[in-house]
């Protein structure tokens, strides 16, 4: 029988043991990541698009500077109803700020303004919020029929809003609502859902 001689073997390189299970936490943990990311990007891009409020044709509720929250993913499954709050762009002009204004009239309604009351189809419109009477019933002094994708939007302060009244907004094309304004964020004071 040979004996192994011990001494310096130059050529040979040792053997490394792999570590699987480590390889495996590694694998993992980049998985845990990768997951933790895309729902972070799916929530913040459905649930959370962030937008501030500019002027004051949504007070008391919203006010000029408050930080609000849109929802770009209900209306991909629904669409927009009355009394809901939305963000548009008004004429679809995407070199302007988000518009935010109350749903009033849905597609195929008919809109009039009235002794600044809001008729919808030939009844009262029932508010969801209080507000002042119109002074200015604007293009919905006659009658208004909404097309088969436009929707008539009020400011909640009907007396100092540029909204579907004038016609420079009109009625808003379904193709313009970037989604539904859900939650405010800012000022902490104010932080809470939008009735």
């Known amino acids: 029988m040979g004996r192994k001689v011990k001494g310096l073997n130059f050529g040979a390189k040792p053997e490394r043991k792999i570590n699987m299970s480590r390889i495996q936490e590694v694998l993992l943990w980049i998985l845990e990541i990768c997951i933790t990311i895309a729902i972070a990007f799916v929530c913040t891009y459905f649930f959370g698009v962030r937008s501030s409020v500019i002027g004051s044709s949504m007070s008391a509720q919203l006010e000029d500077g ?42 195929g309604d008919i809109v009039q303004i009235k002794n600044g009351v809001i008729w919808v189809n030939g009844e009262e419109f029932e508010e969801t919020i209080t507000a002042d009477r119109m002074e200015e019933a604007g293009i919905a002094a006659e009658p208004v029929t909404l097309g088969e994708d436009e929707y008539f939007v009020l400011g909640d302060n009907r007396n100092n809003s540029e909204d579907s009244r004038f016609a420079n907004i009109g009625n808003v094309k379904e193709d313009y609502i970037i989604g539904k304004v859900w939650f405010i964020i800012a000022p902490r004071e104010k932080i809470g859902f939008i009735k």
């Open 66 to 107: 408050d930080e609000v929250l849109i929802n770009r993913f209900s209306y991909k499954f629904i669409s927009p109803k009355p009394g809901d709050v939305i963000a548009f762009l008004p004429n679809g002009n995407t070199n302007t700020h988000y518009y935010v204004k109350r749903v009033i009239g849905v597609p």
